[in-house]
């Protein structure tokens, strides 16, 4: 089977280019599988209700999430309802929402998706690898192919979760830095693995955000708002060929695409 994991869309640019060619992707590559990181999509920070229906709408089956996705309240609500929603897994007990789920694909294959997210420079969370433990074995219970979303900052700790998780999950994918890395592959295990996926949105701009803006912040170190920018989107996503029987991954391919194409 194959799954196609799309990077944090940011902002409204990431989303009309998804929407304008994510059913392109699917039919070239034959995709049974659309997820992507939603926390950005909202004018660059959060989701809401609409925004999300935009996503499920274009064609993704699974949106998981990250820092970010506590940013707009109305969400609080939608994820104690929306199974396809995720956030990570490994925040406080008693707060809304789960951080995996099993989805199956219009052919019936099952497939588990987990979203965690890293401490290394970011929030003092759960550990991510001890919550990663009972979630997988759950999930194991119902399928092999289990795919992973780790939103975290530090390559390390990218890293380390990759090879925790080997041969135990078909792919550990991370999201959050926005910028796409060049070191996928198969871990011995059969687990595929990749840095960062990227992002959906603005390649004129810093991590999806206006130029302007972010060097006044760094040049100043003001607190300056950061605007969301809008020119020349690039779709920034991984496809995962994966074994139905073993849940192992068989390949890997990063994909970065203007057009759909």
């Known amino acids: 089977m194959r799954l196609l994991f799309i990077g ?4 409204r640019a990431g989303r009309r280019l998804l929407v304008d060619c994510l059913d392109r992707l699917i ?51 939608i994820l104690d309802h ?20 099993v989805y199956e694909t219009a052919a019936g294959i099952k497939v588990g998706v987990m979203n965690l997210e890293g401490r290394v420079f970011m929030k003092n969370l759960d550990c991510p690898f001890r ?7 759950k999930l194991r219970q119902e399928t ?19 090879f925790y998780l080997d041969g135990r999950v078909s792919a550990v994918v991370g999201t959050h ?17 990749l840095t960062d996926v990227g992002m959906s949105g603005s390649q004129d701009a810093i991590i999806g955000n206006e130029k302007e803006s972010a060097l ?8 300056v708002r950061l605007e969301v920018a809008k020119k020349d989107p690039q779709l ?22 203007e057009t759909g194409r």
């Open 27 to 77: 039919d070239h590559h034959l995709v049974d599988l659309v997820v992507a990181n939603g926390e950005n999509a909202a004018a660059g920070y959060g989701l809401t209700g609409s925004v999300l229906k935009e996503l499920f709408d274009a064609g993704v089956d699974v949106v998981t999430s990250g820092n970010h996705i506590w940013d707009k309240k109305e969400i609080m609500a």
């Open 144 to 162: 092999p192919i289990i795919f992973v979303d780790f939103h975290a900052e530090a390559t390390s700790e990218k890293q380390a979760m990759g």
């Open 216 to 223: 006044e912040r760094f040049l100043t170190q003001l607190p």
């Open 131 to 137: 919550a990663a433990d009972p979630l997988v074995e």
């Open 236 to 257: 920034s996503a991984v496809l995962l060929t994966i074994d139905e029987k073993t849940g192992r991954c068989e390949q890997i391919e990063r994909i970065q695409t």
């Open 8 to 11: 944090d869309i940011v902002g």
């Open 82 to 101: 929306e199974i396809r929603l995720l956030r990570p897994a490994n925040y406080p007990p008693g707060l809304p929402g789960v951080g995996s789920g």
């Open 177 to 193: 830095t926005h910028v796409q890395t060049a070191d996928e592959r198969i871990l011995a295990g059969g687990t595929g693995y």
